[in-house]
């Protein structure tokens, strides 16, 4: 799932590979074009492990055995007002699972919990959007009334949830021209990570740390 505001989830996910998987290796996280747009931001993105989101470059870094993150629901995660906060939006047209079928990678549902909550989005202001051509521009209780402070994210706990591998090792890359199968597929995941986000918001105790 992908929530925030900004794409802090990506950096956590990456930080929390790093912490927990056996050999210490770092994730590469997939990142819409307009973040590297942004002042500092897209910087900090690049230097924090995120790439232009396009299939080349997924196909290169998994084709160099990197851990790739990928975020099904795209900007619409991201830009999710606070009332919609943990209600997956559509994973777009199953790109992700197209991309395993190719490649023959497993997936591993990721839910995050937590993120919602460090840039509450209000409101969102299309106008400015349009002027400053990115898909949107988010109305916080911090941002903009706070200047450069408002981007500071507020102190969420956050946890993160690896679910079990799906794997793709038996499909053979004609197989992500089945939109049957690749919708199947793209669902099933969809779901499990529904079901852990929901399963975890019942035992979380706090919002805060």
């Known amino acids: 799932n992908h929530s925030g505001t900004l ?3 990506g950096i956590m996910i990456n930080l929390a590979v790093y912490n927990e998987h056996s050999s210490g290796r770092y994730a590469r996280f997939l990142v819409e074009n307009f973040v590297f747009k942004l002042p500092l931001i897209g ?3 690049e230097r924090t492990g995120g790439v232009p989101a396009c299939h080349e470059n997924a196909t290169e870094l998994i084709k ?17 007002t606070y009332d919609e906060r943990y ?13 395993a079928m190719r490649t023959g990678v497993p997936i591993v549902p990721v839910s995050v919990i937590g993120a919602e909550e460090i840039h509450p989005l209000i409101w ?5 959007a349009q002027i400053f051509q990115v898909p949107f521009i988010p109305l916080t209780p911090t941002f903009p009334w706070l200047g450069p402070l408002g981007l500071v994210p507020l102190p969420s706990k956050w946890k993160i949830v690896f679910g ?10 004609k197989d992500a ?4 199968l690749v919708e199947k597929y793209t669902a099933k995941i969809r779901n499990e990570v529904q079901k852990t986000i929901d399963r975890e918001l019942v035992k979380r105790k706090s919002i805060w740390i």
């Open 7 to 9: 794409p802090y989830d």
């Open 43 to 45: 910087e900090f993105i």
């Open 64 to 80: 160099k055995n990197e851990m790739l993150v990928v975020f099904p629901e795209g900007v619409k995660g991201i830009s999710k």
């Open 87 to 99: 209600q997956l939006q559509r994973f777009g047209h199953g790109g992700f699972v197209k991309l």
């Open 124 to 128: 969102k202001s299309k106008l400015l």
């Open 164 to 173: 079990k591998p799906v794997s793709f090792s038996k499909f053979e890359p």
């Open 177 to 180: 021209e089945n939109e049957k």
